[in-house]
């Protein structure tokens, strides 16, 4: 795949939100038969988070194919702002499911329900295993991507995972336990939602990072820095900054050369620094560059 397109960067991640969607709608009703049938809220709080999944990752299907229009007069940078804003939305969706698990899950410690069924452990086994594969393939393709809204539907799936691990857990020690343990039930639920809080937290910080033109990677700006050093004509680079547009990166630099030299040597010097950056980092998209001279 060629990382410095961002249609074909788009057309993967979207295949790979689809079949996240397609994955997480099929656990999602399972969780949730299984969690009414087998008397577990922690299955059914899990299944709610799998809900999510589905909403969360429809936007992100929006937000990737928004996101690879090419530049136009109003937006000459590219739409690529709409991963971060995708992002964003999908970290608030974790929050708002969140706060109504714990809400849920307190009216269940205080009330405590029937004793799970054994059978809700294997459907907890085949969704931990299922997510975690998905985990993996996800991250792999955001890195190939390098997008961050990708990363972050990857952390959606390690964080169903790890909330379905916990459900595991409280499971086990209420049905092993018996009467008078069936809210370690709930208590797993409670436990799933601070999680989930934490992971969108996480991921609303890297969205909002992006939205303003943090400096997202101080080893990028020292590649790009290393790289421009090695072109012949340059002296010194004055200053580097790098925004993120969606999965690729746009360079602002100023570089020192002879001021002896005429404005066409100049102009070709700038011109090999964005070629040799874009042919070295391909997650550069562009590079725009101020020539500053110099009086040896």
């Known amino acids: 795949m060629n990382q410095n397109n961002p249609v074909e960067s788009s057309q993967t991640g979207i295949k790979t939100t689809i079949i996240g969607i397609v994955l997480s709608a099929f656990l999602g009703v399972l969780k949730l038969i299984g969690g009414i049938i087998g008397h577990s809220y922690a299955l059914i709080a899990d299944a709610i988070e799998s809900a999510t999944d589905v909403v969360t990752s429809t936007l992100l299907l929006v937000g990737l194919k928004w996101s690879a229009k090419p530049a136009d007069e109003n937006h000459p940078y ?5 991963e971060a804003l995708t992002a964003l ?4 969706a974790l929050l708002v499911a969140s706060f109504a698990i714990i809400k849920e899950s307190i009216e269940h410690i205080q009330n405590p329900h029937k004793i799970p069924k054994p059978f809700t452990l294997l459907i907890l086994l085949f969704v931990i295993i299922s997510k975690e594969i998905m985990y993996r393939y996800v991250l792999r393709k955001a890195k190939q991507t390098n ?4 990363k972050a539907d990857a952390l959606h799936h390690r964080t169903d995972a790890v909330t379905s691990i916990a459900a595991f857990i409280g499971i086990s020690i209420a049905i092993f336990g ?4 069936e809210v370690a039930d709930d208590w797993a639920a409670l436990f799933a939602a601070i999680f989930i809080i934490y992971n969108a937290l996480k991921i609303a910080r890297s969205a909002c990072g992006e939205l303003l033109d943090e400096n997202m990677s101080k080893d990028l700006n020292e590649n790009i ?3 421009t050093n090695k072109v012949e004509g340059v002296f010194k680079v004055e200053q580097c900054h790098s925004r993120k547009m969606g999965a690729f990166y746009h360079v602002d630099m100023h570089i020192w050369v002879d001021g002896k030299l005429s404005v066409e040597i100049g102009h070709e010097i700038a011109h090999q620094v964005k070629n040799k950056l874009k042919e070295k980092i391909p997650q550069i998209l562009d590079v725009h560059i101020h020539i500053e001279p110099i009086i040896k």
Do not use: M
């Open 78 to 82: 590219g739409h690529g702002k709409i």
């Open 225 to 227: 820095i290393a790289h």
């Open 178 to 181: 018996g009467k008078g343990y």
């Open 147 to 150: 997008s961050e809204v990708l």
């Open 89 to 92: 939305f999908i970290s608030l």
